[in-house]
């Protein structure tokens, strides 16, 4: 794990994208992006390097149909995507299907991600991420069901109380998914309460449990993006 201190985190962490994409364009790309403040990374990727062999997806969901809150709803709209798929990238679409639960979404979800990881072994798995100031990353939630490390789920839907989060059904990719499948992440992570959060990441007796962020310590190559003050990788 790499920590960049940065005047410009977010043209920094969308030109890094652009340089990976860039690297892997003979070779398959699934693209999993958070929603949040991580789409900042989004709008300074020049999407040229995006090509038919990229399929974009989101890495997290919110279980619902309203556009502002659905993470593919709002991820339709970005400049990115727009011309990603002008330029014939495919997606996984995460919007909710009519009479569709929370459950069957999650599976429509993992079947999708495992049926891409089937027919591309040489694929490669790219995501952008962000961390909440509550330590979640991704979609997953401190203490929450999410936050367990099964070996079995790649993908997980839970719910959580409005106390703990408004946005309180929730569809992730797991930890377990995180550690072994994803190739290479970009975090995105500014402000005073997140490099507390960046400083805690170093402590090796916080658990999983109670900081899912924890998690980036554990995957193949991540880079954070930061304004912090001086940190060492």
């Not at 962000?130 to 099964?150: C, F, K, M, N, Y």
């Not at 310590?217 to 993006?225: A, G, H």
């Amino acid at each position: 794990m790499t920590i960049k201190k940065l005047k410009d985190p977010a043209v920094a962490a969308g030109a890094e994208l652009h340089d990976i994409l860039s690297r892997y364009r003979q070779i398959p790309v699934l693209l999993l992006v958070s929603g949040g403040s991580a789409f900042f990374v989004l709008q300074h990727c020049d999407p040229a390097a995006i090509g038919p062999n990229v399929t974009i997806g989101v890495l997290d969901e919110r279980f619902s149909s309203d556009p502002l809150i659905n993470n593919y709803l709002q991820l339709k709209k970005t400049d990115f995507f727009i011309q990603a798929r002008r330029s014939g990238a495919k997606s996984i679409d995460s919007s909710l299907h009519e009479d569709e639960s929370q459950r069957s979404l999650s599976v429509r979800i993992e079947t999708s991600i495992l049926d891409w990881i089937m027919r591309r072994p040489n694929g490669k798995i790219i995501v952008t991420m962000g961390i909440g100031e509550d330590g979640h990353t991704a979609g997953i939630l401190p203490r929450s069901a999410a936050a367990d490390l099964d070996e079995t789920k790649q993908v997980v839907a839970y719910s959580v109380a409005k106390e703990i989060n408004p946005h309180t059904e929730r569809v992730t990719v797991s930890l377990a998914f995180l550690r072994d499948r994803v190739d290479e992440a970009i975090v995105y992570a500014v402000g005073e309460k997140k490099h507390q959060i960046l400083e805690t990441l170093q402590d090796k007796d916080m658990d999983l449990y109670a900081m899912p962020a924890r998690i980036l310590n554990e995957m193949r190559s991540v880079t954070i993006f930061t304004d912090m003050p001086a940190c060492a990788s």
